[in-house]
């Protein structure tokens, strides 16, 4: 399953690249005027889904675009473009991620970037790796001294989760916040300890599968915003080298 998640996110990052600058159709998702999807993303998406049919057609599907389809013990959850709104306007921060789940459990994961392809893979108790080279997350051991990294959802004009309170609680504590748009991507710097920590309210699924195993498989902790026990399908994530996750739960807790 590895392998084919592999073969679908390169062949779904070498279609992205194709079309950066070339955008047919933006169009506004659920009514908001900042959740965006292209072309690219359906056929991106479309692409994606075709290959793992072709070597798994009976598996589930819970895709960003089209939703659930079929049902399985085994079930892939895929992100065709995150980090449409940095595709759309020729930002190159954006990638592919396919995670697959069996009875609750992420057994592996793929995050492609095209622009700099890099190719970050992990499976369930094999480690994580960054173009077939293991990965391991950061070995900083203070929120002074960490570079964080954090999203902002669609809504945020609405303040959910407390968002802006808790990225001002950041501001304060850590070295540095950055702000990529792509969760993905954010992970993924995590596992390979580009960042020391990285949370976000208001994610999917699709946001997270690949990402949270790849963390996890690097050595990193992740867990809800209180530093229990995280489920791709709550809406937050805490993700850390470890060494610093306690900091960051006290950080993340609202008055």
Avoid at 98 to 125: R, W
Avoid at 163 to 191: H, P, T
């Amino acid at each position: 399953m590895l392998n084919v998640a592999i073969e679908a996110a390169k062949e779904a990052g070498k279609l992205l690249k194709q079309r950066v600058g070339k955008i047919k159709t933006i169009e506004q998702k659920e009514g908001h005027e900042r959740n965006l999807v292209t072309e690219v993303d359906k056929k991106s998406e479309e692409l994606i889904v075709q290959i793992i049919k072709k070597h798994f057609p009976s598996h589930e599907i819970l895709a960003e675009e089209r939703g659930s389809q079929g049902k399985s013990k085994t079930k892939w959850i895929i992100d065709p473009l995150d980090g449409t709104t940095n595709f759309t306007h020729g930002l190159p921060v954006f990638c592919v991620s396919i995670g697959v789940e069996q009875e609750g459990e992420i057994l592996c994961g793929v995050i492609y970037d095209p622009n700099f392809d890099e190719l970050f893979t992990a499976e369930k108790g094999k480690g994580a790796f960054l173009n077939g080279r293991r990965i391991h997350v950061s070995a900083t051991t203070s929120l002074m001294k960490s570079l964080l990294v954090t999203g902002f959802p669609y809504n945020i004009a609405e303040n959910p989760n407390h968002a802006v309170e808790r990225f001002v609680n950041f501001l304060m504590k850590a070295q540095a916040v950055r702000r990529m748009g792509s969760a993905a991507i954010d992970l993924a710097y995590v596992a390979c300890g580009r960042y020391d920590g990285f949370w976000e309210v208001s994610l999917n699924p699709w946001d997270m599968a690949a990402g949270a195993l790849l963390v996890e498989e690097a050595g990193g902790v992740v867990s809800n915003f209180t530093g229990g026990k995280f489920s791709i399908y709550e809406k937050e994530i805490l993700a850390s080298n470890g060494a610093v996750q306690d900091e960051m739960v006290k950080a993340l807790a609202i008055d």
